[in-house]
């Protein structure tokens, strides 16, 4: 096993302290990176539904595809008798849903009526739990009150574990190599997909021993003027003189993630990107500066803000948010975000992905940084320089 049972333990029993506090007699979870975190299962099979069904008290079951069920032992710590595969015969049918056949095989096991003493916590906001498997439960299982978990295991996952924060450093030295292929590729006449295969090879290949994993989120670059929009990806156009490009990926090891991004001038900076470019920069360094135990997550949305107002500019969009475990489409863990009203406070072993991301008319400016919270201040996890990137005179 990737972790000791002591620690997959310890999760679970996190995980039942904040269900009896949110009066939950059952959890299902659905979010890949929870199935994940609980029970150590991965596949490329979130594509089709699948569950954990965590009761308040006994072992906890996996139900996914029968083709997949039937190799999940291969990375679950489970036991085989509580991981159920569902019939291929409905899977992609359009008027059945594989959750009848789940909740079926949960009343054949007696385990529906003690779940229904108290409410059934659902992941209302996980991505591969849709509509229709809603309505499926629904009406397959009157009994139960179900309502949503609201994260209930994403904010558990908050604080790392020793181990955790190990497998992030490797995920760090995969990010260095992935960021260095990117700018060693990245030039003028260069067609922006080439530039993408390169980084996804190094995203894979891993550096320093460390295999990399495939990232929850494609290689980003918004060139030229499209740098002034986020989260777009290439091309097959080349490279330009004169164009910025906004760099934005992930290594990933052990399905745990460490992003970071970087913006590289083609030829010479212009003055407006040069300008941006001082303004992150001291906002970034004036953030990692306050972070440490104790520290609300408020005040590091109102120092960044502090710092652009000097520079006469201002960023609606949060400024970081919690990272760890990933599965596609998204790295973030969906807790606590670094913004002004976010009441969250900070605590050892946090980790943030800290985002100085400026998107303007016609141009744009990046820079992060992957980042843990330490007993008494902080902990970049890359080394790569913290500053604008340039190539050509």
């Known amino acids: 096993?990737?972790?000791s049972q002591e620690e997959y333990d310890a999760r679970l029993a996190g995980v039942r302290s904040?269900?009896?506090k949110?009066?939950?007699?059952?959890l299902l979870v659905t979010d890949p990176s929870n199935i994940y975190y609980l029970t150590g299962y991965n596949a490329w099979s979130f594509y089709t539904p699948q569950l954990v069904f965590v009761p308040a008290d006994g072992p906890m079951l996996l139900f996914a595809r029968a083709m997949d069920a039937g190799g999940a032992f291969r990375t679950t710590w489970l036991p085989?008798?509580?991981?159920?595969?569902?019939?291929?015969?409905?899977?992609?049918?359009?008027?059945?849903h594989p959750f009848d056949w789940v909740a079926f095989a949960l009343r054949e096991r007696f385990l529906i009526a003690p779940a229904a003493k108290g409410c059934v916590g659902l992941e209302m906001d996980s991505h591969f739990f849709s509509p229709k498997?809603?309505?499926?439960?629904?009406n397959a299982i009157p009994e139960w009150t179900l309502v949503d978990s609201f994260e209930l295991i994403n904010w558990v996952r908050v604080i790392k574990s020793p181990t955790e924060i190990q497998l992030m450093r490797g995920a760090a030295q995969v990010c260095m190599a992935a960021m260095a292929a990117a700018v060693e590729t990245i030039d003028v006449g260069v067609r922006q997909c080439d530039a993408a295969a390169a980084i996804s090879q190094a995203q894979i290949t891993g550096a320093n021993g460390i295999g990399g994993d495939y990232p929850s989120i494609v290689p980003m670059l918004p060139t030229g003027e499209a740098a002034d929009t986020p989260h777009l990806t290439w091309n097959?156009?080349?490279?330009?003189?004169?164009?910025?490009?906004?760099?934005?990926l992930s290594g990933a090891h052990k399905r745990y993630h460490t992003p970071l991004a970087r913006t590289l001038t083609l030829g010479p900076t212009p003055s407006n990107v040069a300008k941006l470019a001082e303004a992150v920069s001291d906002g970034i360094n004036a953030v990692l500066t306050?972070?440490?135990?104790?520290?609300?997550?408020?005040?590091?949305?109102?120092?960044?803000?502090?710092?652009?107002a000097k520079y006469g500019l201002e960023k609606p969009s949060r400024i970081g948010y919690s990272i760890g475990i990933g599965y596609p489409p998204?790295?973030?863990?969906r807790t606590i975000s670094i913004r002004s009203e976010d009441e969250s406070v900070l605590a050892e072993n946090m980790t943030f992905h800290l985002i100085g991301g400026m998107w303007m008319d016609n141009y744009g400016y990046e820079l992060s940084e992957s980042i843990r919270v330490t007993s008494d201040g902080v902990e970049t996890f890359t080394s790569f320089p913290r500053e604008l990137l340039q190539k050509g005179s």
């Open 236 to 248: 097959d156009e080349r490279f330009e003189t004169g164009q910025s490009v906004v760099i934005e």
């Open 133 to 138: 498997a809603y309505r499926s439960l629904v």
């Open 22 to 26: 949110q009066g939950l007699s059952a």
């Open 330 to 333: 998204d790295w973030g863990e």
């Open 290 to 308: 306050e972070v440490k135990p104790g520290v609300p997550v408020r005040e590091l949305a109102r120092t960044w803000n502090w710092t652009l």
């Open 18 to 20: 904040r269900m009896a």
């Open 1 to 3: 096993m990737l972790f």
């Open 80 to 96: 085989e008798d509580c991981i159920v595969g569902y019939p291929e015969q409905y899977v992609h049918r359009p008027h059945i």
